[in-house]
């Protein structure tokens, strides 16, 4: 059974669970999760992906992705002063993606690094990412990035990226910008929201909904070029939007959505 330190921090019975080696110095201690098993497809994972714990504290979470119950994980997680805990080993597949797609490829967990950072979420009091949280985030892609060969730009997402109709995190607080800064991630500078152009609407149709799908598609959403601006494209948009258009979330796709893509899709680092 978990018992609790003294300070209240979660740590898993020694009995229970063995620990490891973190993958890292950076990382302040290892608790290990029962909740991995073996990586699929034989490639090394290449993507990073992004998570806030949504949950009201930080050991909360922290306990729930080490009990075998939850069976839910994270390789780490990026508490709000800045100390990484590491939970699975990088090598093996952590469950944090659930159904997923981005790319053409659907076994996220396989493809990929989870990290859950710790907010309270959109449920329970979304706030600000604290600084220190966010440097401490930084060096934990560069060292990941560093160790095991450069994770392309573009491939450092957000659970709501691979995940839109289900997922809302790390969320639209979430400071893209910082990270491009220190060149982690693609991102560029949205297009101003008040600018002359086309808006596409939820429950449109036509030639211009199947171009911005395509666009979608092109960047690596999971997206159908129906032409139809249905439930699913708005959920699209409304991930697109948390990730590089944060200064309205509303799935509807304005002028300064699409130029964003039209941007994205220019700047995308190539393979
Ligand atoms: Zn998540």
Redesign the pocket.
């Known amino acids: 059974m978990p018992r609790f330190s003294p300070t209240h921090r979660y740590v898993a019975d020694p009995k229970v669970m063995s620990a490891f080696q973190p993958d890292s110095f950076i990382v302040a201690n290892v608790v290990p999760s029962p909740n991995f098993d073996e990586r699929d497809g034989g490639r090394p994972p290449d993507i990073v992906l992004l ?2 714990t949504g949950m009201k504290t930080g050991e909360a979470a922290l306990e729930r992705l080490c009990t075998g119950a939850s069976k839910v994980s994270s390789h780490y997680v990026v508490f709000e002063d800045g100390r990484i805990v590491q939970c699975v080993p990088e090598e093996m597949r952590a469950w ?1 993606a659930g159904v997923s797609y981005w790319a053409g490829e659907t076994d996220i967990n396989s493809r990929s690094i989870g990290i859950e950072i710790v907010n309270p979420g959109h449920e329970f009091g979304y706030v600000d990412f604290p600084l220190r949280q966010i440097a401490a985030v930084i060096s934990l892609c560069k060292s990941i990035s560093k160790r095991r060969g450069p994770i392309r730009a573009d491939r450092v997402l957000a ?1 709501s990226d691979v995940a839109p109709s289900r ?1 809302q ?1 790390p969320g639209e607080k979430f400071p893209w910008e910082l990270l491009s800064d220190s060149g982690v991630g693609h991102w560029i500078r949205s297009a101003p929201l008040k600018i002359d152009g086309v808006t596409l609407h939820p429950g449109d149709r036509g030639e211009a909904v199947a171009r911005l799908q395509r666009g979608l598609r092109e960047y690596g959403y999971g997206v159908e070029e129906s032409g139809h601006y249905d439930d699913a494209t708005r959920d699209v948009v409304i991930a697109f939007q948390r990730h590089f258009r944060q200064a309205r979330v509303d799935g509807v796709a304005d002028p300064s959505t699409l130029l964003t893509l039209r941007a994205l899709l220019d700047t995308r680092p190539v393979k």
Do not use: G, L, P
Request: hydrophobic share 0%; no cysteine.
């Open positions: 998570h806030y944090h659970h997922k995190d």
